[in-house]
């Protein structure tokens, strides 16, 4: 690079943290192109929104000649990632883990040059070592050191369950970083205890320490935790557009600034109202992950459902079964929705669920098989079905 200085900066600009002070110089002025890693547990089939941010951030390094590695996490996503979590996260299973890694490659390449200057590794091809080769690693990190992460103490402190295993992730995943001779890691902000170890890691193995550079968090369509599958605010990449455009326009007035600025690199236009920027942002994602005509499609079915009320043009037929002469309309919603029973009982209440644009009454959960046939049901924003009662 002609000019390391102002290259580091560049590459470090947007940046929470860009550790250690002078690293990042430093290692431009080597003159090489650095390996640039970034790790991602496959815990979900989806790469959200929230994801993109620190991919963009990789982009960054990868078009200024550098290689990128994605590390897809299928042995770490055994143990779960810790990370802001109050409990233990579920335990998914090999066949759960291996579906979704299938999906992580190619979504990863809608920001992504996946053609040239990259590599993806699996973190089991090192992580599923001999016991002697364990022991040996875990030598290294304390007790201490791993009960002075953030989440760890607070649970610890309250007498919260932590597994051994848990305390185990961070050293597996700074292990990744052994394993590939990471120069720079990049995550999220909840990430950097993890990062650290990994160069804590590489100088016990003799590896050069890597930098690390950690980037905001991304608020979900709730605008308040942070994006993630688990607590039902994110937004995928490769969701159909109508879900793309129809969630973005959820997203609070307080955090569309914060969405412009993490996704799009700018501010909201100045002379757009909160409802219009919201859409500009939706065209803009759906444009990024679909296309132009996707975006374009997108907005003119919301209004058309949202703004003129009409129906979807292709609404699927569904059947209902009667049972003693009546239709149970929690056990409906929750076949055609894939909500629990329980769920559906709120949706009901909350007036959720519509009957030819008509709010159901929540008290009254069984109807005739007369009052459904060839109605439209509407649960919630997106979801209709045409029913048929047999």
Wanted: charged share 25%; aromatic share 6%; hydrophobic share 40%.
């Amino acid at each position: 690079m002609a000019d390391p200085a102002a290259d580091a900066a560049f590459l470090a600009r947007n940046a929470v943290e860009c550790l250690p002070a002078g690293g990042l110089e430093a290692r431009l002025r080597e003159g090489r192109p650095l390996r640039v890693k970034l790790g991602l547990d496959p815990t979900a089939p989806d790469i959200h929104v929230g994801h993109t941010v620190v991919l963009q951030k990789l982009r960054e390094f990868q078009d200024a000649g550098h290689t990128v590695v994605l590390i897809v996490g299928d042995f770490t996503a055994r143990v779960g990632d810790p990370s802001g979590r109050t409990a233990t996260r579920p335990v998914l299973s090999p066949a759960e883990i291996e579906g979704n890694a299938q999906t992580y490659v190619a979504q990863a390449g809608k920001v992504l040059d996946t053609s040239e200057r990259f590599e993806m590794r699996r973190n089991s091809e090192w992580l599923d070592m001999p016991m002697d080769e364990l022991m040996r690693l875990v030598r290294h990190p304390t007790i201490a050191q791993l009960l002075e992460r953030d989440d760890f103490a607070r649970r610890y402190a309250a007498g919260q369950p932590i597994s051994l295993l848990e305390l185990l992730y961070p050293v597996f995943q700074g292990y990744d970083s052994v394993a590939v001779r990471a120069d720079v890691e990049l995550g999220g902000t909840d990430q950097t205890f993890n990062l650290l170890m990994g160069r804590t890691l590489q100088s016990a193995y003799g590896v050069p320490p890597q930098v690390i550079l950690t980037v905001p968090l991304l608020a979900g369509t709730d605008g308040e935790r942070k994006m993630s599958k688990s607590y039902g605010n994110h937004v995928g990449v490769t969701e159909p557009p109508g879900e793309i455009y129809g969630k973005t326009l959820s997203v609070p007035d307080a955090a569309l600034a914060s969405w412009y600025d993490l996704l799009l690199g700018k501010r909201p236009d100045s002379a757009l109202g909160p409802r219009d920027a919201k859409r500009a942002l939706a065209r803009a994602l759906v444009e990024r992950f679909h296309d132009a005509a996707a975006a374009a499609g997108a907005e003119a079915e919301f209004d058309r459902l949202f703004v003129a009320r009409e129906l979807p043009e292709d609404v699927p037929d569904a059947e209902i079964v009667p049972g003693d002469g009546a239709v149970h309309l929690p056990a409906v919603v929750s076949e055609l929705s894939g909500a629990s029973r329980s769920e559906a009982r709120r949706l009901l209440a909350q007036g959720a669920v519509k009957l030819d644009g008509e709010p159901l009454d929540g008290d009254r959960l069984d109807v005739s098989p007369e009052e459904l046939h060839g109605r439209v049901l509407q649960v919630g924003k997106r979801r209709f079905w045409r029913l048929r009662v047999s």
